[in-house]
């Protein structure tokens, strides 16, 4: 009974801390929208999440592409079906890898740096300080993040999806001998609206998840800097969980039948 008594409370604790993460990002996002807005919080956040995930998230597309093009020839070459690689890897980059691979690259940046920076700021009496200045924490500091991260994503996949079937394309055309009128064109045979369209839905989501995850962290940080080290890694953590849940989720909502 003692090992059912520890599941039922940590399922309890789950239920609980996941009710307190959710209230906190409709919280936040109600309030934001009533306003006042702060354009330039935002434009910071576009510049720190969007523009400087850049350089990671597109080396990582790029050898996704390259390595999911290889190991397809190695697979399809044993039943003599080479010709399917390029489907293979357009889908795969836009369908799957191209969204999670750039919702965990992100997470591991910006979620880490999210909560860093707001339990830094809690710590330190900062977000005290803006609330005795009648200034809202959730409006200036969590709502900014929240809109950025929703915006970056979906942009950031895009081009991911954009470098994965080009390192794919370099792999195919200049080691595999395919030639390259022949692979864009089966490329873009395959290729539909709808498998890029569920894949920037699915960055839509993990954006608004991973900024939330950080910033709760960081909002409810206690315990020093050690508090702020532990507050990234559950940040991080917690959002490559998500990352992954809902990717499932969208996937079974998107492609099931």
Do not use: W
Not at 6 to 29: K, N
Not at 82 to 89: D, H, L, N, R, Y
């Amino acid at each position: 009974m003692n090992g059912l008594a520890r599941i039922g409370r940590l399922t309890l604790d789950l239920a609980q801390e996941s009710g307190a993460v959710l209230l906190f990002g409709l919280e936040a996002l109600a309030r934001g929208l009533r306003g006042p807005y702060y354009p330039r919080q935002i434009l910071r956040q576009l510049l720190e999440i969007g523009y400087f995930s850049l350089p990671v998230v597109g080396l990582t597309a790029l050898f996704t592409g390259m390595v999911l093009a290889l190991q397809s020839y190695v697979g399809f070459s044993r039943f003599e079906a080479q010709e399917a690689i390029p489907s293979i890897v357009v889908l795969s980059m836009t369908r799957e890898l191209g969204p999670v691979l750039a919702g965990l690259m992100v997470a591991g940046r910006v979620g880490a740096a999210m909560a860093a920076e707001l339990g830094t700021m809690r710590v330190t009496e900062q977000i005290d300080a803006l609330e005795t200045l009648a200034t809202d924490p959730l409006r200036y500091l969590v709502f900014p993040r929240l809109v950025a991260a929703m915006l970056c994503l979906p942009l950031l996949v895009l081009v991911a999806d954009v470098i994965g079937v080009l390192g794919g394309y370099l792999v195919a055309v200049y080691k595999l001998g395919f030639g390259g009128v022949e692979y864009l064109n089966r490329t873009l045979d395959f290729l539909e609206a709808g498998d890029v369209v569920s894949g920037l839905v699915k960055a839509l989501v993990f954006g608004f998840l991973i900024a939330l995850m950080g910033c709760y962290q960081g909002y409810h940080c206690l315990g020093g800097a050690e508090g702020v080290g532990a507050a990234a890694t559950r940040a991080v953590v917690g959002a490559s969980i998500l990352v992954l849940t809902m990717d499932y989720v969208l996937t079974e909502l998107f492609f099931a039948r």
